[in-house]
Nanobody
C-alpha cells in the first residue's frame, strides 16, 4: 500500500497562488508516476497534471498550462503542485494519486489516492 496525504489547500483570491503538497509513505515513492486530479462541485473528477518517476517528464491539462507546475522530490517522498494565477474555475477538491505504470491522464491507471484538499478561489 502507498499512503498519500495532501496539504496546502485553502481560500485565495483570484490571481493568487497556492502550493499543494502530497506526502507519500508505505512503498517506494520513486517507483510511481504521480498525478494531480481535481473535482469541482457537481462535476466529474478531472486530470490536472502528472509527472514521471524521474521528474523529467510532465503533462498538464490545457486549462492549467503556464499557470500550474508539478514537481517531485523523491528524497522527501513528496510531489508538489504550484498553482499561480488562480481563477474561480480552479475551485475544487484536489487529489494526489499514484500510477505504477506510465505517464497517463486516465484515472483508472492510478492505483492510490489521497483524501483530497480543498482549494477555493474567490472572485
Amino acid at each position: 500500500q502507498l499512503q498519500l496525504v495532501e496539504s496546502g489547500g485553502g481560500l485565495v483570491q483570484a490571481g493568487g497562488s497556492l502550493r499543494l503538497s502530497c506526502a507519500a509513505s508505505g512503498r517506494t515513492f520513486s517507483s510511481y508516476v504521480m498525478g494531480w486530479f481535481r473535482q469541482a462541485p457537481g462535476k466529474e473528477r478531472e486530470f490536472v497534471a502528472a509527472i514521471s518517476r524521474s521528474g523529467l517528464s510532465t503533462d498538464y491539462v490545457d486549462s492549467v498550462k503556464g499557470r500550474f507546475t508539478i514537481s517531485r522530490d523523491n528524497a522527501k517522498n513528496t510531489v508538489y503542485l504550484q498553482m499561480n494565477s488562480l481563477q474561480p474555475e480552479d475551485t475544487a477538491v484536489y487529489y494526489c494519486s499514484a500510477d505504477p505504470l506510465g505517464l497517463s491522464r486516465a484515472m483508472g491507471e492510478y492505483d492510490y489516492w489521497g483524501q483530497g484538499t480543498q482549494v477555493t478561489v474567490s472572485s
